[in-house]
């Protein structure tokens, strides 16, 4: 056995297994931690490669989300190793990782904490570490010791601000050292740490503490705040409507951006507030949220009657200012060794509205905006006991150009294709569209589907998700010949992603009959939703295009139809010659707007769609049996290939990417070659 008091009584596999457990128990309330925040450990003994007992410390790999781990996100390091270290007066980062790496039990496995002295410095068998929400108000305070006194009693240790590392763990060890008997420790501006023999009585210690502070903070009234009388839930939607395009085209015309917005009751009455501009001043809760809500959000003072050229002149200038300010903080602190990172506000207030918050991705875009929320109530918790009062300035640039800290960014997938871009696709709930849609996700666009079946829209937005994740699909129900269910579906999409930069329209019905015997509702209904519904999408997309000032691409899919007739078809193949022609009219009137339009003429795609009616009108038209109607259209085919949904999404691609950028009024077969249908 080996010598350390410290240890868990229980077989590895079992402590483990407990302190998975709690550390979910913990990482699925966002109260105690957010996104990546937070670790925990276990000291345990093992058997090493020699075959020999060892005391192991098994913490939380950095990175690793609490509320998703598994034993696999727990490396180990020797115990031993990290004891020797105590004596030591100073060691830096570098030296401190390297000195890790040698410690570890597995050296392929995970990069342990940047927390790992922390936890291997206190003698005790698990140890917690959270960023509780409650916890952070006592910690972000004028005189933190006597609140914390007054709020969770005399036995709490108190560690002033120190970058974590191995000065922070020598000294927060130190000062449990002249703590007996202390139950639990808070790091000011940084989070709580609570221990126990097990994971359970460190959890239970956690759980403990936190709601002692929470029933503290319950016990005292929110002082009076002045606010501004609140807008109309349909003054604050048009601000809405009119901002997120601005501030997007803004903030993306490098990379592109898309936003998320918020403005749950707690948020909107923050940005009401009369002191709104101080408090957003006020400087980040915990520096575990700098790399992704910056320190600061920039709030933008726009009012319901200024003009759209007014509202785009302030959007620009504020953002402008706050690069500034950025740029001279960094130049003020950088002593030559950092590269600055982006100057842009990653969260933008409109006082009365809400908050957007911006990022590369739908998922990523969310962090910063989460993690304000919670900023929101901890900084109106911290007005009830005193003045709100986060790290210095120059503390907050050594938390954000922290090497240590930058490096979990790196452990970010590579920017795909279309990463940044917000899309729509009509008729997406299946067929062509959907196949267009999963390509898009695939490229790492956010995708808005639109399909006027409800309920098959429900389930390919199941099936979307799995490809790309819940936040980067979305789902409207929209007739696209329903110009008020139209206008619905763009606000919802402004609402949900910040903006449009891809329009795929697609749906469509496909009608049959000889001339002679269509009813005139047969015909109208085609040309309502053949072309009018292809106007009527398109127009309010290049109306958005058009407020980002950012470009943007139109992706008509019409049919070989628009060229080469079929028998039969004729309100179809009509209504398709009337959506090129669209398209084309597009491609001429926003070319100067860098919005490229093109179209994709299909053939023959085998899908789930073709009604059995369908199929057999077809075989009627061609004269052929029904069975023989796929092996005709091969064999029509200059390439004698059957063609699928998926080369119709290949085409779309081209198009919307930057592979296509000289492009724009072209139409594309996807037909597996027809020599009639060669556009010209
Ligand atoms: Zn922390």
């Known amino acids: 056995m080996v010598k350390n008091a410290a240890i868990n009584p229980k077989s590895m596999q079992d402590v483990l297994g407990d302190l998975v457990q709690v550390s979910r128990n913990i990482g699925e309330d966002s109260k105690y931690v957010l996104w990546g925040g937070g670790n925990s450990s276990v000291k345990i003994e093992e058997i090493d490669f020699r075959g020999q007992a060892a005391a192991v410390l098994r913490i939380k790999g950095t990175g690793a989300d609490m509320k998703t781990l598994t034993v696999n996100d727990f490396p180990g390091v020797r115990l031993d190793d990290i004891g020797a270290l105590r004596e030591r007066e100073t060691m830096d980062d570098d030296e401190m990782a390297s000195y890790l790496a040698h410690c570890m039990l597995d050296p392929q496995g995970p990069r342990p904490s940047i927390e790992t002295l922390l936890h291997g410095f206190l003698p005790y068998g698990t140890v917690i570490h959270s960023h509780a929400d409650a916890i952070l108000a006592l910690a972000n305070v004028e005189d933190p ?43 000011l501006h940084h989070g709580l740490v609570t221990w126990g023999r097990t994971p359970m009585e460190a959890y239970e210690s956690h759980i403990d503490i936190v709601r002692r502070a929470e029933e503290f903070f319950e016990n005292h009234p929110y002082p009076e705040v002045g606010r501004r009388a609140r807008w109309s839930p349909g003054v604050r939607d048009q601000l809405v409507q009119r901002m997120a395009p601005l501030i997007r085209g803004h903030l993306g015309a490098k990379d592109p951006v898309v936003l998320r917005f918020a403005d749950d009751e707690q948020l909107l009455a923050f940005t009401e507030r009369d002191d709104l501009e101080d408090m957003a001043r006020l400087g980040v809760v915990t520096p575990d949220h700098l790399l992704y809500t910056k320190n600061v959000p920039l709030v933008i003072p726009a009012q319901p009657d200024m003009a759209d050229s007014n509202l785009d002149e302030m959007v620009r200038e504020r953002i402008e200012q706050y690069r500034e300010r950025y740029g001279r903080y960094f130049e003020r602190y950088n002593s030559g060794q950092f590269v600055m990172r982006s100057p842009d506000p990653v969260l933008v207030i409109i006082p009365g509205v809400g908050v957007w918050s911006a990022g590369p991705s739908p998922s990523l875009s969310r962090v910063p905006l989460e993690m304000y929320q919670h900023a929101v109530s901890i900084l109106e918790n911290v007005e009830k006991i005193g003045r709100y009062q986060s790290l210095s300035e ?14 979990k960014l790196s452990i970010r997938p590579h920017a795909r294709e279309l990463q940044g871009k917000v899309a729509m696709v009509t008729g997406a709930a299946a067929g062509i569209g959907a196949a267009i849609a999963k390509r898009l996700v ?37 007739d696209v010949s329903d110009e008020s269910q139209v206008m619905q579906a763009f606000e919802t999409t402004v609402r949900t992603y910040g903006g449009l930069d891809i329009l795929v329209s697609n749906a469509g019905t496909a009608p049959t009959g000889r001339l002679t015997e269509i009813s005139l509702a047969e015909w109208e209904a085609s040309l309502r939703v053949n072309v009018t519904g292809h106007f009527l999408v398109a127009r309010q997309a290049l109306r958005l295009m058009s407020r980002q000032r950012t470009g943007g691409n139109v992706v008509f899919i019409v049919s070989k139809n628009a060229l080469v007739p079929g028998p039969e078809f004729g309100a179809y193949s009509v209504a398709k010659a009337a959506e ?59 390439l004698r290939r059957v063609v ?31 020599r009639e249908g060669f556009p010209r």
């Open 442 to 478: 695939k490229a790492g666009a956010a995708v808005v589907i639109a399909d006027r079946n409800g309920e098959r829209l429900r389930d390919a937005v199941k099936v979307l998700a799995a490809e790309g994740g819940n936040d980067q699909v979305s789902a409207v129900v929209m």
């Open 394 to 407: 120059s503390e907050t640039f050594e938390a954000e150009y922290w090497p240590l800290e930058l490096s």
């Open 580 to 638: 090129l022609q669209l398209g084309r009219i597009a491609a001429i009137e926003h070319g100067a707007d860098g919005i490229r339009v093109n179209m994709i003429n299909p053939d023959a795609i085998w899908t789930d769609l073709w009604s059995p009616q369908l199929r057999a009108d077809r075989a009627k038209a061609y004269n052929i049996r029904e069975e023989d109607l796929e092996d005709f259209y091969r064999r029509r085919s200059l």
């Open 145 to 187: 010791e006597k609140v914390i006194v007054s709020a969770l009693g005399d036995r709490i240790v108190v560690v002033p601000y120190i970058r974590p590392g191995f000065t922070m763990a020598k000294s927060a060890a130190q000062a449990v050292d002249a703590m007996p008997g202390a139950e639990a420790m808070v790091l």
């Open 644 to 674: 699928t949904e998926e080369d119709v999404a290949e085409g779309v691609l081209f198009f919307v990417s930057e592979r296509s950028s000289r492009t724009t009024g072209a139409v594309l077969p996807v037909d597996a070659g027809i």
